[in-house]
């Protein structure tokens, strides 16, 4: 059993409001559990990940009943789902002035050298629901990990499901497609397209397929709601104009049932119409009034819980940096891949090229294999972390190699030394 022995916090303050702070090599995570627990920013190296609505910025909640105005503060928090109002067993916010913006109980822990700081709610009297959930910080990545818990506390069990809402940093409108959210497409899945509209255009502009098939999301600043069967684990949003990559990643529980048969839902908050609430609601584009940012939203299974008993959700959020106008086409442990291994042939050398980004510091190394399995020709890139871009332009000239010996191209990340973190690409020929 974890030995858990509490600590002084580290407190700073962040727009004028004081938060507790985690922080490794690569990011620091500020959290507020006065407004609902959540975390109020991921920075690294001066990015910032999450949006923050300006015009609450160091402010306390103004509400006092999930009547009044909803007070969208920002950042990244735990609501509970299926979101709507026609029964007692779904989730009518926000607003909410407990689950959402209310004051939650906080400390701090040292488990085995780690620091975590562990919230928890006040039960929410309607749904009969409070919230858990702790936050730490991988020393050794750029990982943040959050175990997130809700307990039933009313004598009906009901079904539930976690729902981490992350609100990204999409606040540049002059700059065209900066911002996109990329999602594996199931194939066979719930939906024909690997997706289903959930508010604003059916023919939503702003999604597409990529080379890969996967799902994109380009931020144009239109309301909108899609939800997606995603059943790898992983989704991926990128600010392509400074290269800034963060990757949510969850366990897929197939054979289970999930709110409106999605894993993954992205809100796009900008100019248009939804119909919500019995009724259509307009989006002007004023960005006092309508402040440009978009969603990232996990949803886990949904579970029956009776008095007591409570459903659990473990996700992580992991950033890197890829090269500038490029996003993410696929998610590895090391890292993530923004443009595949390329080998090209002329008469002379051979040109191997490719985009990604590291979540671990580390060696890269390209490693050449033959038919047998054998290494015969290897070549080390350069050392590489969370906080710079790996790109591969490399020229092998004829004198290197042997071009019949060349069956696969490899990109491995090695610690200090010899040790294998893991492979991020890989080519045949």
Not at 74 to 88: L, N, R, T
Not at 378 to 386: A, F, L, N, T, Y
Not at 403 to 417: D, P, R, S
């Amino acid at each position: 059993m974890e030995e858990l022995k509490e600590i002084d916090t580290d407190i700073k303050y962040y727009k004028g409001w004081k938060v507790s702070r985690l922080k490794n090599r690569w990011m620091e995570v500020f959290i507020l559990p006065e407004i609902g627990g959540r975390m109020m920013q991921i920075l690294s190296n001066e990015y910032e990940y999450l949006f923050v609505n300006k015009n609450l910025e160091g402010q306390k909640p103004h509400s006092k009943t999930n009547d009044d105005q909803w007070e969208n503060f920002g950042g990244e928090k735990i609501w509970p789902g299926p979101q709507g109002w026609g029964s007692d067993h779904m989730w009518p916010g926000p607003p909410d002035v407990v689950l959402d913006t209310g004051v939650y109980q906080s400390s701090v822990m040292n488990v085995e050298g780690n620091t975590k700081i562990s919230l928890k709610s006040e039960v929410e009297i309607l749904s009969g629901l409070q919230i858990d959930r702790t936050i730490e910080l991988n020393q050794d990545c750029s990982e943040i990990v959050i175990h997130a818990k809700m307990t039933n506390h009313h004598d009906a069990a009901a079904e539930w499901s976690v729902w981490p809402v992350a609100q990204m940093n999409s606040a540049d409108l002059q700059s065209v497609n900066r911002y996109c959210v990329t999602s594996p497409r199931c194939l066979g899945g719930n939906f024909d397209k690997g997706y289903t509209v959930l508010h604003g255009l059916v023919n939503n502009p702003q999604v597409r397929k990529d080379e890969f098939q996967n799902i994109v999301l380009d931020y144009q600043y239109l309301v909108g709601k899609i939800g997606i069967d995603n059943r790898e684990g992983w989704v991926a949003y990128a600010d392509r104009s400074e290269g800034k990559v963060a990757v949510f990643l969850f366990d897929y529980v197939e054979g289970a049932a999930y709110p409106q048969d999605t894993s993954v839902q992205i809100w796009t908050q900008g100019r248009g119409m939804i119909y919500s609430r019995g009724q259509v609601k307009s989006f002007d584009d004023q960005l006092i009034t309508t402040p440009p940012y978009l969603e990232v939203e996990l949803l886990s299974p949904l579970k029956k819980i009776g008095k007591g008993e409570s459903v659990e959700f473990s996700y992580k959020i992991r950033i890197c940096t890829i090269p500038k106008m490029l996003s993410v086409l696929g998610n590895r442990e090391v890292g993530v891949i923004a443009q595949p291994l390329s080998v090209k042939y002329d008469d002379n050398d051979i040109h191997i090229t490719g985009g990604f980004g590291c979540f671990y510091e580390g060696l890269a190394k390209l490693e050449v294999m033959n038919l047998r399995d054998e290494v015969v020709f290897e070549r080390i890139i350069g050392s590489v972390d969370p906080l710079q871009k790996l790109h591969i332009d490399e020229v092998v000239g004829k004198g290197e190699f042997k071009e019949e010996e060349w069956a696969l191209v490899i990109l491995n990340i090695y610690k200090e030394g010899s040790s294998t973190i893991g492979e991020l690409n890989r080519i045949e020929l």
